[in-house]
């Protein structure tokens, strides 16, 4: 089984701009674990800039808009020291299945061709620095249609696919990929839905601690984890709980 140790890792963590996002979380959890270097991928330099107000030497500011073509084989060229690659930039808009197609087709740019892009340029990197380590922000929503967010879900469905796929195709270089399944967390994204939250700094510790015990498969909150176990113990009856808004 692989395993991946944060400690004296050289990380890109994309999305991590914001300063309650879970991209935050991640660095904070990385620095804490004694990462060598976090690359921290934002859009906007100057408008995340103090967000990382500590000018920790090991943390970088990349700007990395992740559906900006050409850019991952440019990125991948100027930080061959990646070891580990967090896909932590998301985007909910809240699109319908007959909703606005410029929403839905923006959720799939950002939430599974802009990971895909840069997993590609990446597994090189990852390939020539020991084979490494890939997390991808999935959702609990990867699993079944969240009604306040279809294209949503459909595109982290999109996603949690790939990152089996990815697990297979890239386990002969050595790539530990580990799928990130969150409920509902305490971030900007989430600021809508009325539920019980986890704190995305708890959700940064324990993507850490799930690299560092080889797990595949994180789901990194309690009301996630009720959520998958209610829909894995009757899949009809939660689907039709969701329809009735349950
Ligand atoms: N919060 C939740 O309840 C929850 C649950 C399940 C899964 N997730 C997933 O966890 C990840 C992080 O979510 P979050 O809650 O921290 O969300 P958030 O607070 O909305 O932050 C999303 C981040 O993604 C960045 N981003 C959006 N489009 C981008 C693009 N084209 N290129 C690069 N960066 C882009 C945003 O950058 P700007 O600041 O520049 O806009 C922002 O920093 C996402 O993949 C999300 O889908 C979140």
């Keep these: ?39 921290v991928g934002v859009r906007n330099r100057a408008a995340s800039a103090s967000i990382y107000p500590q000018q920790d030497g090991r943390v970088q500011l990349v700007e990395l808009d ?92 999109a996603l949690h696919s790939f990152t089996q796929a990815l697990r297979r195709e890239l386990a002969a270089q050595g790539t530990h990929v580990l799928g990130v399944y969150p409920g509902p967390i305490d971030t900007d994204m989430a600021e809508k839905i009325d539920m019980p939250k986890t704190s995305a700094t708890e959700v940064g510790r324990r993507i850490v601690a799930a690299l560092r015990d080889g797990e595949e498969d994180l789901l990194p909150d309690d009301t996630g984890a009720q959520m998958y176990a209610g829909f894995r113990a009757d899949p009809k009856a939660f689907e039709r709980g969701l329809a009735a808004g349950a």
Excluded: C, W
């Design 66 to 157: 992740v559906t900006e073509g050409g850019r991952a084989e440019a990125v991948a060229g100027e930080l061959g020291d990646v070891n580990l690659l967090v896909h932590n930039a998301g985007l909910f808009t809240g699109a319908s299945a007959l909703g606005d197609d410029a929403d839905q087709r923006r959720e799939f740019e950002v939430n599974v061709f802009g990971p895909l892009a840069l997993t590609r340029a990446f597994a090189p990197v990852l390939k020539r620095n020991g084979g490494g380590a890939i997390v991808l922000l999935n959702s609990v929503a990867s699993h079944f249609s969240f009604p306040l967010g279809a294209s949503y879900s459909a595109s982290k469905a």
């Design 1 to 39: 089984m692989s395993s991946f140790d944060s400690h004296d890792s050289v990380a890109l963590v994309t999305g991590a701009g914001r300063k309650n996002g879970i991209g935050k979380g991640i660095v904070d959890a990385l620095l804490a674990a004694g990462a060598r270097k976090v690359y």
